[in-house]
């Protein structure tokens, strides 16, 4: 007789180890912060500015952490995401009619958005292409490729901003579902349900897994790993022109170098989630607690004026390189245990 499969709610509500430590750290943080700034980092205006500026970063994180995950890293997350909102502004001022009423406002947005992600496609199976089929090393081909897209972007700009977009972009970023969460917090939200649903539901996902872990294994246990390669950078593509309308909005405009200081923070947030760079090993849950924690330090960093924004990449870079040493000790520890 067959077994009749239960509800679990235990295993829906586990939490892995790594998770643990996330949510102890961000804990730690909103304490050590809120009681540096004498209360004022507790505030729930505090909490709504960070829910409002973390998925910028936090859906490029999503696009580094499938490459991460698949053995490589995707360095052209930046410059995709700066042409892709470049390129959808100047279509957006182009095709919205003056005067246009509310519906007309959206289809064109909609439009927008369409056109960003098929940038963002096309970038990325630029990319994915050197790697699976040309055979480029991933940094590599992708420090060459973010050279060339960005180039791209600073030529059609010459590298000056897109002003004067349509007023549509900055209502939908700035929107506050009943008042208080961020447009740009649903928005992250629906990215990582659907790159958590790809990774953990679809035999995609257990196949990007699997070129990470062992790209031999996989190859011969039938699957197509250059395919599989080429749809992950694409997909990387994707969510980096997600970030990019992202931005353009927050700042009402374009430009070529609105993403510059997000590729370590990006890259900072997956270690930090516990992606394994060398593959296999990676998880969304991860990256949404690691990018508030980064967020939450960033924006109580920036509550004293006396830590210049100039100090931020060298605190990044120290605490990714330091980040790295304890998990390459913790498992050379556990490998002789």
């Known amino acids: 007789m067959e077994k009749k499969k239960t509800f679990d709610v235990k295993s829906l509500l586990k939490i892995s180890s790594n998770n643990k430590k996330l949510l102890g750290m961000l804990i730690l943080v909103i304490i050590v912060l809120s009681i540096a700034t004498g209360g004022s980092f507790a505030k729930i205006g505090q909490f709504q500015l960070i829910a409002y500026l973390f998925p910028e970063m936090g859906v490029l994180a999503l696009g580094m952490m499938l490459a991460m995950v698949s053995g490589g890293i995707d360095l052209t997350v930046i410059a995709v995401a700066d042409l892709a909102g470049i390129l959808s502004c100047l279509l957006m001022k182009?095709?919205?009619?003056?005067?246009?009423?509310?519906?007309?406002?959206?289809?064109?947005?909609?439009?927008?958005?369409a056109f960003a992600l098929l940038i963002g496609a096309v970038c990325g199976l630029f990319t994915g292409t050197l790697i699976a089929r040309v055979g480029v090393p991933a940094m590599v081909a992708t420090l060459g490729a973010s050279d060339i897209i960005l180039?791209?972007?600073?030529?059609?700009?010459?590298?000056?901003?897109?002003?004067?977009?349509?007023?549509?972009?900055?209502?939908?970023?700035?929107?506050?579902?009943?008042?208080?969460?961020?447009?740009?917090?649903?928005?992250?939200?629906?990215?990582?349900?659907?790159?958590?649903?790809?990774?953990?539901?679809?035999?995609?996902?257990?196949?990007?897994?699997?070129?990470?872990?062992?790209?031999?294994?996989?190859?011969?246990?039938?699957?197509?790993?250059?395919?599989?390669?080429?749809?992950?950078?694409?997909?990387?593509?994707?969510?980096?022109?997600?970030?990019?309308?992202?931005m353009c909005g927050h700042?009402?405009?374009?430009?070529?170098?609105?993403?510059?200081?997000?590729?370590?923070?990006?890259?900072?947030?997956?270690?930090?989630?516990?992606?394994?760079?060398?593959?296999?090993?990676?998880?969304?849950?991860?990256?949404?607690?690691?990018?508030?924690?980064?967020?939450?330090?960033?924006?109580g960093f920036a509550m004293f004026p006396s830590i210049s924004d100039y100090y931020k990449n060298l605190i990044w870079g120290l605490v990714l390189i330091g980040i790295m040493i304890i998990n390459v000790v913790t498992a050379t520890r556990k490998k002789k245990s």
């Open 251 to 299: 700042f009402n405009s374009a430009r070529s170098d609105f993403g510059k200081s997000y590729l370590t923070p990006a890259i900072l947030i997956c270690v930090l989630a516990g992606v394994n760079p060398n593959g296999g090993v990676g998880k969304v849950s991860g990256i949404v607690l690691a990018v508030i924690i980064l967020q939450s330090l960033s924006s």
């Open 94 to 113: 182009a095709i919205m009619p003056a005067d246009a009423s509310m519906p007309v406002q959206i289809l064109v947005l909609l439009v927008t958005l």
């Open 151 to 246: 180039g791209i972007a600073v030529g059609i700009t010459n590298g000056s901003s897109i002003k004067e977009l349509p007023s549509i972009l900055y209502k939908v970023v700035n929107f506050e579902l009943f008042g208080l969460i961020p447009g740009t917090t649903i928005v992250f939200i629906i990215c990582a349900a659907l790159v958590a649903f790809l990774l953990n539901k679809t035999a995609t996902g257990f196949k990007i897994y699997m070129i990470g872990s062992n790209a031999t294994a996989s190859e011969y246990s039938g699957s197509d790993n250059k395919k599989i390669l080429t749809l992950t950078y694409m997909i990387s593509g994707m969510l980096s022109a997600v970030s990019g309308l992202l």
